[in-house]
Every structure is written in C-alpha cells, then in structure tokens.
C-alpha cells in the first residue's frame, strides 16, 4: 500500500504548501509567459542574514533540449515521468526519440506552454495520484527538481512509489558532493517581483545516497556533463 493511499499526512501536507515561483506577483509565470527577461533568482531567506541568492536560467527550461539533456535521455528506457517538467523540452526531446514519456508540474503556466507546443503534460503534483504507478521505467529530477517540497527524502520515497520494479530515478545534483541545504526560498525577477515563499532544497550526491538508502533506492552510477552533476538509482533488491 502506498504513502498516499495510507493517507499519510507528509504528503496531504503538500496540497496546501507553497509551490517554487507561485504567489505574490507569480513572477515565474510571468517569465514563462514571456513578460521579462530570461533570468530569475532564487533567493535563500536566511534569519539573521543577508539573503542568499543565485540566478537561474529560465530561458534554458524553455529552450529545445541540449546537447547534455539529449545524453542523459540517450541512456535511460521509456515509459519516462519527467517530474516537475516546466515547459517540458526534456519530454519533447525522450518522445522525439521513440520513447514513451509524460510530464507533470504544479505551474499553469509551465503546463499551457508546453500544451501548447503540442507537449503531453499534466497540471499535477507528484505527491498526488499519477497514472501508471509502478510501471514508469525512469523518472527524471532535472534542473534542480529535487528541491521539490524541499524535502529530498520524502520526494525520493515518492519516485520510488512510480517506477516499476527494475525502473531507474535520474536526479540532477548540486556540484559539490557534500552540499546539503533544506531552506525556504522565494523567486525574484528583474524588476523586482517576488513570489511567495517555498520549501526548497539543494543536494549533492553524498547526502541523495544516504537518503535513497532510507527509502530502498541505491546509487547505480553518477557521472558529471557540460558542467551539470547527475546520478541513477535503482531499487535496492535488483
């Protein structure tokens, strides 16, 4: 019996959380939708400190796949679950290459753009019912998306709930192996949007392993491309 069907409350928790880039002036959205510049900033609300932050290229999210997303989808086996799937260039690129896939977010916006590029997606959270559980051959968590809900233990116990008995989770890391930050975040355009505040979380591979161990994920490989971190795990028992 899943986590979900037990009703546990880590997850219901999640349908009443604030989601990255949502509320306030939605300034996600509004780069999504063309209305400002391609670069956002993820800013880390630190108490008693000058808030952290760091850009990110919302651009590329929207862009065709490259030639290191097309590398990492050139090793992997369909059905694909692109879990927090933006405007979805990764899905495009895995059917466009003969595979069966799917994405998911929580953003209307993320969902309307690739909809309307012809991109199958789904305006859905990974912490609710999905089709096809346990038979999805890879999940991906690229692009940081293992900050969802900001608790990579609880997201890793999710994927491990979708994919199929032999299926792989492919998570995109922080570079530093032994960085490890859980933090509430908020998302900044340039003149001056703020979104409301969310859950996050920044992870490199030392602490994803030890947090697949715990849900019976284990570390099959990981390897470093084009200046992006990656790693595969599997069901512990195969």
């Known amino acids: 019996m899943s986590l979900l069907q037990q009703g546990?409350?880590?997850?219901?928790?999640?349908?009443?959380?604030?989601?990255?880039?949502?509320?306030?002036?939605?300034p996600y959205a509004t780069a999504l939708r063309g209305g400002v510049a391609d670069?956002?900033?993820?800013?880390?609300?630190?108490?008693?400190?000058?808030?952290?932050t760091v850009a990110m290229d919302v651009g590329r999210w929207s862009a065709d796949a490259d030639i290191i997303d097309l590398q990492l989808l050139a090793s992997v086996r369909g059905p694909v679950l692109d879990v927090g799937c933006g405007?979805?260039?990764?899905?495009?690129?895995?059917?466009?290459?003969?595979?069966?896939?799917?994405?998911?977010?929580?953003?209307l916006a993320a969902v309307e753009l690739a909809r309307s590029n012809g991109i199958q997606v789904m305006h859905r959270s990974v912490f609710e019912p999905l089709p096809d559980e346990k038979t999805w051959q890879t999940i991906l968590l690229v692009d940081g998306n293992i900050g969802i809900g900001g608790d990579p233990t609880l997201l890793l116990s999710r994927c491990h709930e979708l994919i199929s008995p032999d299926g792989e989770v492919v998570v995109e890391l922080h570079s530093d192996d032994d960085h490890d930050r859980t933090y509430t975040g908020r998302l900044i355009d340039s003149s001056g949007g703020v979104s409301a505040s969310f859950p996050w979380a920044e992870i490199g591979l030392n602490g994803l392993v030890e947090r697949a161990e715990l849900v019976g994920l284990s570390l099959r490989q990981s390897w470093s491309a084009g200046g992006r971190?990656?790693?595969?795990l599997a069901n512990s028992l195969t």
């Open 229 to 232: 971190s990656f790693c595969r």
């Open 87 to 107: 405007p979805a260039r990764m899905v495009r690129a895995a059917r466009e290459l003969g595979m069966d896939a799917l994405g998911i977010d929580v953003s």
């Open 8 to 26: 546990d409350p880590r997850f219901a928790a999640h349908g009443t959380r604030a989601t990255f880039g949502a509320g306030g002036s939605e």
């Open 39 to 52: 670069v956002l900033y993820l800013q880390e609300l630190r108490p008693d400190q000058e808030p952290k």
